[in-house]
């Protein structure tokens, strides 16, 4: 039996700011946009992985929260410790001299962690923690 992760969720509250800042500033792809307005489900995903994917979801979408939660979660969002992936590339240096150049909200610049990775970290649009290692 072989188990993937095939996606992982992330919300966002501005569409057109997370297809600027995925497809456009990280270059990836757009596989599926479906809603319209702020209630869009965007899922984008790395070239040449079709496997792999990350869902934009709308936030506290679920009819299941109550009003508190919803709040609670709107204003972890707002604060950029609701939600976060990580990622990995080959080029530490040049990935981040990218993501920068690009405005995203640097969080941390590379650095070799002491537990053996070198990473970088940076936000989101939305305020989702995006931290990017070094492949080695």
């Known amino acids: 039996m072989t188990t993937t992760i095939h ?6 509250h501005d569409p057109e700011a997370s297809l600027a800042f995925y497809r456009d500033l990280l270059g990836f792809e757009v596989r599926l946009d ?14 040449g992985q079709p496997d792999t994917a990350i869902v934009l979801t709308p936030p506290a979408v679920d009819p299941g929260l109550t009003e ?8 972890m969002m707002a604060k950029g410790t609701y939600a976060g992936i990580n990622l990995a590339t080959d ?3 040049g990935f ?10 640097v969080v941390q610049e590379p ?21 990017v290692q070094e492949a080695r």
């Open 7 to 12: 996606s992982s969720f992330l919300p966002h």
């Open 34 to 47: 479906v809603g319209q307005g702020a209630m869009r489900w965007i899922t984008v995903g790395p070239a």
């Open 68 to 75: 508190q939660e919803r709040q609670t979660i709107t204003e």
């Open 91 to 93: 080029d530490l240096d």
């Open 96 to 105: 981040f001299e990218t993501v920068q150049a690009g405005g995203a909200d």
């Open 111 to 131: 650095i070799e962690q002491p537990y053996g990775l070198r990473d970088c970290a940076f936000r989101d649009p939305s305020g989702n923690m995006v931290r």
